[in-house]
């Protein structure tokens, strides 16, 4: 990350008649530009993710220049499936976006069915460390009650 922040929080906010939502103020301010820009990705279905623009472009760059080195090397020819499954998958996952006012995210079409949630319904707005997260609350629910009960033990192998 190109800035020393640690985004956490949970919020829940409704997303309007027109598709968008109003983050809070200082995770807006976190993942943003002088602008308003950054990239709205594709996570999981049900979960998008916010990131600084620069922050994105960056594992971008090194994930397809990795892969591109291991093409140039021959060393995908027998995976040309897998190669055409990631490049479909990599040209729909991310797109740039604006914060209007500084905190509201129109949410894209395409964005808007992988998110499902429909409009005048919640959504829980996540401080992910390093991204902020938009979850369908049911969504988020079914990974809280996964992940939870291992966080001691995350915490504890992270931290050594």
């Known amino acids: ?10 919020h829940r906010r409704t997303v309007d008649e027109r598709y ?7 995770m ?8 308003g820009d950054l990239m709205l990705v594709k996570e999981r279905y049900g979960c998008l993710s916010l990131w600084r623009g620069e922050d994105w472009q960056k594992r ?7 892969i591109k080195q291991k093409m140039q090397l021959g060393r995908m020819e027998q995976r040309w499936n897998d190669v055409q499954r990631w490049g479909r998958l990599l040209s729909t996952r991310h797109k740039q976006v604006n914060l209007a006012n500084r905190s509201r995210l129109l949410i894209p079409e395409g964005f808007r069915e992988f998110l499902g949630v429909p409009t005048n319904s919640d959504v829980m707005i996540i401080g992910a460390v390093i991204c902020v997260e938009i979850w369908n609350p049911q969504a988020w629910l079914d990974v809280l009650r996964d992940d939870m009960p291992e966080f001691g033990e995350m915490f504890k192998q992270l931290s050594n």
């Open 28 to 35: 807006a301010e976190m993942i943003s530009n002088n602008d």
């Open 60 to 66: 971008l760059d090194e994930g397809v220049a990795l």
């Open 1 to 10: 990350m190109t800035q020393d922040v640690y985004i956490v929080g949970e």
């Open 20 to 26: 968008r939502v109003t983050l809070p103020p200082d």
